[in-house]
């Protein structure tokens, strides 16, 4: 496939990175930094053009023409919408994907209903890692939780603790525990090292445990992994840029929530739109002003501003001071690794929220998710079964029967919108949505192999 | 001296248009077969459109675009002038008052307040009591504002004068993108709410000339009536009802009336910040009087209690000072809380006076704003009203406007007291003075009148009034010396 992507900022390096590495495909990247693309390409292999994205010259020289998709992640939401504009008008691109981070436009349906502006998709990486993180403050406990078949399944990743019901049972005693609960453990990592879960599985304390569970099953399966957390109430946020704005109005129904921003100018604009929202004017770093604002009574501490490295500090500080859970926003996967003495407690990566939603709409075929897990040494892939059974290498055939390679689970279908919890004995049905559980990412070709319905 | 020269053109032409008002109390005359009064006013028209002439054609070649500052001046000026000729009548003919009177009178009637030094009302000719209610309606909405919807040549400087004129602390909604339409815009409302309150009370049971002089009255939040003993004449709980809602409606921002009526968007009123706690300061303070009023046993049922107690509260804090019973009989403390609920409940862009309740607003927020950073010193707290920021300067300028406000309450209250009144009467009136509502306390409380007063005390009492109306700083500001320095 032809992918065109304009712009090269963090999104716009992760989408080319992720879609390059896919034989199949062609990347060409469009931005205007020369520099950033000149180590863009000594890194991965893409073609790149310097210039303005939206001028019909430079996506003429970028091959628009025969382009199959053009995924536009500049900046600017307006270059990105006349990008699509023009690739529509002039080349008739057939898939126009934009990234739009104002809500002003994303609030107005109708102007991406067909016959409208040429976008066919919108994402707002902004948006998705706010719900994301919104999420996870709902739910706390949980490390990770990723939808797959538009959120009727979850997957979850967290801590086993005293007081979970399962923990020091062997697995199988959870069907005596929750007799009809649409869940399973898909995973359990034990000193960061994988283990393929069967019934015998003993869950101790400190493992990493991955589970799926229709979305309304959730909360009584973390039961089962971790004595039922205290109701988050406090909420401090550091940052109030997109994120940290955008959290902020998503928490403050909920939850008691301050917010602190650097620069005055933001702190008052910001303040000007949230309604319940004690805005504070200062450095997250700050130890004076994190005591001055009970740090040790808050619940919830989320770090989300654009620096990794303030992020990374202030989380830090804040759970020495006392707050009860910290999360920091952070890009490189490398912080995320430095995190594993738990000195912060969630390391949410806004590229891997973002890509897997990027994919989904990128992969025409069977693939639809993927989610990066464990900060991208394992992945949750989303695949839908297209075929018959002689064409295929799946229909028909009971999971047992698959040819998965090692460190691959499947972990449960979604048939006609219903849930199903894989067992060995499931059959796979045309049009079934396989959620697999990839505990070795370099195994997702042979995966997705398994799944090409030629 | 040329700016001066500019203003007194417009000056000219303000009067000369307001000769045309003298119309209203000339057909009324001609109708009743009043021929003194016919021939009065029209001597006054003539006398008003002559000096108006004067003003406006000896100085038409100063005639230039008015400046933001002269806005100021032009509006002190206009009120003072068209007060002066609408005294006119009120010494020529009946009831033959002095000039400190007639211009007590008149400035009364233009500023809405409704003090009256005038005993034996119910025997004036029809033509006099109807223009002592058209100058309280001519001066709810506004001269300058009416000059600005009929008068092209004001231009740009008619925002200034309108910006000059206009009550309330946020003087720039424009309803429409040009001033002229919006006070047209006000205008048409303002009369078309007003002769629904005219036909409310025709059916109420009051005759067509008392229902004219009564919308009058009380769509501009006056408080003239026909009788010596105002609403209480006519013994009749339905035309109290009937005043009270549109005491009511005249108190809130006309601004609202606009976008609810006009675009038929009624969600405006559940918009309107203000609108809102006028029903809530009002209703509460009913509950809270009648409760008085029951506990000192001044009436045998609870209802009586109920209906006079609702229709004193509503007259006095919407400064209308309409009044159906003598409540300085009343326990002080319920006088003295009505007397309160003048100063706080009137909305910005209403008729009434006063602080205006959105100054009111901003006060207590700003209250709660303080407390708010003392315990959270690195917040940023703007203040918002129905979710809506309030700049720091609005801010500022209502807390300065609130202090002078209290300033010139007590200085003239010193004024009145240097004069030999007794407190309870000095301080009331003051208030009830500055606030436009009309009736006060002891001397000057609703069973009596202002007539009593010395003629010193009467041109304290005429300046609060004056200055309440054009809310203190557009004519304060002309006593500053950075206003007259090039």
Known sequence: MKVLILGAGQVGRTAAYHLAREPDNEVTVIDSNEAVLREL?????????????????????AGVADADIIVALTSSDEVNMVACEIANALYRTPTKIARIRAPEYTTEEKLFADGALAVDVW??????????????????????????????????????????????????????????????????????????PDGETMVEEGDEIFFVA???????????????????????????????????????????????????????????????????????????????????????????????????????LAKRLGARKVLALINRPSYGELMDNRSIDIAVSPQTVTIGSLLAHVRKGDVVRVHSLRRGSAEALEAVVHGDAEHSRVIGRSIEELELPNGAVIVALVRNERVIIAHHNTKIEPEDHVIVFLSDRRQIDAVQRLFDSD | MRSILAVTNVLGALLALFSAYFLLPIATALIYGEDESWRIFAECAGITLAVGALLLLTTLRFRTELKPRDGYLLVSLAWLAVTAAAALPMMLGAPQLSFTDAYFESMSGLSTTGSTVITGIDKLPHAVNLWRCALHWLGGMGIIVMAVAVLPMLGVGGMQMYRAEAPGPVKDAKLTPRITETAKALWLVYAGITAACFAALCLAGMSPFEAICHAFSVMSLGGFST??????????????????AFMLIAALNFSTHYVALRRGDFAAYRRDPEARWVFVWVGFSIVLLTAEIMHARLYSTFSEALRHVAFATTAMATTTGLVTEDFSLWP???????????????????????????????????????????????????????????????????????????MTVLILTFALLSTNMDFTSAMTATIASINNVGPGLGQVGPGTNYASLNDRQTWICTLAMFLGRVELFTFLILFSRPYWRK
């Open chain 2, 227 to 244: 009788h010596d003993s105002s609403i209480g004449w006519f013994h009749s709980p339905t035309i109290e009802v009937v005043l009270m």
């Open chain 1, 41 to 61: 390409q000594s890194r991965i292999d893409v073609r790149t053009v310097a210039g303005n994205a939206s001028y019909p010259q430079i996506l003429e020289a």
């Open chain 1, 123 to 196: 994402i707002s990486p902004e948006q998705l890692v706010t719900e994301y993180i919104e999420r996870l403050i709902h739910n706390p406990g949980a490390l990770q939780i990723v939808d797959f078949a538009d959120g009727r399944v979850r997957l979850v990743g967290m801590l086993a603790r005293k007081g979970g019901l399962l923990v020091g049972q062997q697995l199988r005693t959870l069907k005596d525990h929750m007799p009809n609960a649409e869940a399973r453990i898909a995973a359990i990592y034990r000193n960061s090292r994988f283990i393929e």
């Open chain 1, 214 to 316: 229709a979305r309304d099953h959730i909360q009584r399966m973390m039961n089962e992994i971790t004595r039922a957390e205290e109701k988050v109430r406090k909420v401090v946020i550091a940052g109030g840029g997109n994120i940290g704005f955008r959290l902020a109005r998503l928490l403050e129904k909920h939850y008691q929530v301050k917010l602190i921003e650097r620069d005055v100018e933001r702190a008052r604009r910001v303040s000007e739109r949230l309604e319940g929202t004690i805005v504070l004017h200062g450095d997250a770093q700050d130890e004076e002003l994190l005591i001055e604002e009970n740090i040790d009574s808050t619940d919830v501490f989320a770090a989300v501003t654009n620096s990794e490295e303030a992020n990374v500090l202030s989380a830090m």
């Open chain 2, 332 to 406: 002080i403390f319920a006088s003295m809380w009505m007397l309160f609920l003048s100063c706080v409940v009137a909305s910005s862009g209403s008729t009434g006076g006063g602080i205006k309740l959105f100054r009111a607003l901003i006060m207590i927020k700003q209250f709660f704003r303080e407390i708010f950073v003392q315990v959270h010193p690195a917040a940023v707290a703007p203040l918002k009203i129905a979710g809506q920021v309030i700049s720091n300067q609005v801010v500022y300028s209502v807390l300065a406007f609130i202090f002078v406000y209290f």
